[in-house]
């Protein structure tokens, strides 16, 4: 294998693995007491004010508008 080809293999390898570190569950306190954990990080649309996030549990992509939520922490995993 040339050292090209190596270089190439290793930092392919090397940016899979950061982005699949940057995923990391975060949990959703509602106003209502609910606890929503998301399958990776939530994306926040300032336009619209709506959290879309994957629930964890489901599977299911939903949303929820900020107003509902009171607390979001990032997960240890």
Do not use: H, W
Not at 46 to 57: E, F, M, P, Q, R
Request: proline share 1%; glycine share 6%; aromatic share 4%.
């Amino acid at each position: 294998m040339n050292k090209k080809m190596l270089l190439a293999t290793i930092m392919v390898t090397l940016v899979t693995f950061a982005a699949a570190g940057c995923s990391s569950n975060q949990q959703i306190k509602t106003t209502d007491g609910r606890t929503i954990v998301t399958d990776g990080k939530p994306e926040i649309d300032n336009d619209t004010g709506l959290v879309s996030y994957k629930d964890a549990t489901t599977g299911r992509y939903s949303q929820i508008n900020r107003d509902k939520i009171s607390n979001m922490s990032e997960l240890d995993n």
